[in-house]
């Protein structure tokens, strides 16, 4: 960068100004000439810069801003090692700003111009990374033009960025749409709606189970308090107590979640909560195995 090189043709580095290409080789963690780069600024914001903020800006110290002609020995000379957005003086500090359009063409620039001066007889001119501008608009800006160019990185390098539906694998069945009866119709293509399996019926059977289709037989179930109740399948008829001279067939779903938000009082009212007692009977299923039979139950001093 400084024309200080002795290597001759023996060199195995570039000696050539940084394009397009080699921005886009340019990671993060270092810089055009190969250095890593740090993880925050330095105090006085020389050396190298840091990885967690792709700094553009040069900050040109020790010129004379006042001179009519300094903004265009700055477009003039730091405009040798890149495309220059923008330059801007500071007339009452002596001092300017060169923002290049790539990184590589300003920490190219950076150590290029290092002890140089901008006018003849000047001192040589104090050159460090801008600190990040105040600026709502401009840190906006900064920020649309690195998500821009995040993406063209991207989209460089083969990576799709357009929005796709989901692949389901080649072996992936999608459910079968069921309706609320339950008749099954073909395959649905998204997650089915399963908010009436929570609304105000109360929750059937376990599967499995085979089916009843007598009004006259009921199935007991435990709230997630331990309240026994029971269910009419046929005519899902949730109630606390069975009538006289059902058959009771125990079930082991334990919801009435339903019944207590419907009938606080259940809790309250100790005629509402089970009383009495129901005879243990037995019901055999299709396969011939008997279903456990109901436990005495009874309300007591001691129950609360």
């Not at 890593?36 to 004379?64: A, K, P, V």
């Not at 109360?202 to 007991?220: F, M, N, Y």
Request: glycine share 10%; proline share 8%.
């Amino acid at each position: 960068a400084q024309g200080r090189c002795a290597n001759g043709q023996e060199c195995t580095y570039h000696h050539k100004l940084p394009d397009e290409e080699d921005e886009k080789k340019l990671g993060a963690a270092v810089d055009i000439f190969g250095r890593e780069r740090f993880g925050s600024e330095r105090q006085d914001m020389g050396g190298i810069g840091s990885f967690s903020r792709e700094n553009r800006t040069l900050y040109i110290g020790r010129i004379s801003a006042m001179k009519p002609d300094a903004e265009k020995a700055i477009r003039q000379q730091f405009g040798e090692f890149g495309q220059l957005e923008s330059v801007r003086l500071l007339f009452d500090k002596n001092c300017g700003f060169a923002k290049y359009r790539l990184r590589s063409a300003a920490e190219f620039a950076k150590e290029a111009m290092a002890g140089q001066s901008l006018f003849a007889g000047d001192q040589p001119m104090n050159l460090r990374w801008a600190t990040e501008d105040p600026n709502p608009g401009a840190q906006k800006r900064e920020h649309k033009n690195m998500v821009v160019a995040a993406r063209q990185a991207l989209e460089a390098q083969g990576v799709c960025l357009k929005e796709a539906e989901y692949d389901f694998p080649a072996y992936y069945a999608l459910p079968v749409s069921r309706d609320p009866e339950g008749n099954t119709g073909g395959a649905i293509s998204s997650y089915p709606n399963t908010d009436h399996q929570y609304g105000a019926a109360p929750l059937p059977p376990p599967p499995g189970r085979p089916a009843i289709s007598s009004h006259e037989q009921w199935v007991k179930y435990l709230s997630p308090q331990g309240y026994p109740y029971f269910f009419n399948p046929a005519t899902n008829e949730t109630r606390w107590q069975p009538p006289p001279g059902a058959t009771i067939i125990v079930g082991s779903m334990a919801a009435a979640d339903q019944m207590f938000e419907t009938d606080p009082s259940a809790y309250e009212n100790n005629d509402a909560r089970p009383v009495g007692s129901v005879d243990q009977v037995e019901q055999k299923d299709e396969g011939g195995d008997a279903l456990a039979g109901l436990a005495d139950y009874g309300d007591s001093e001691d129950d609360d």
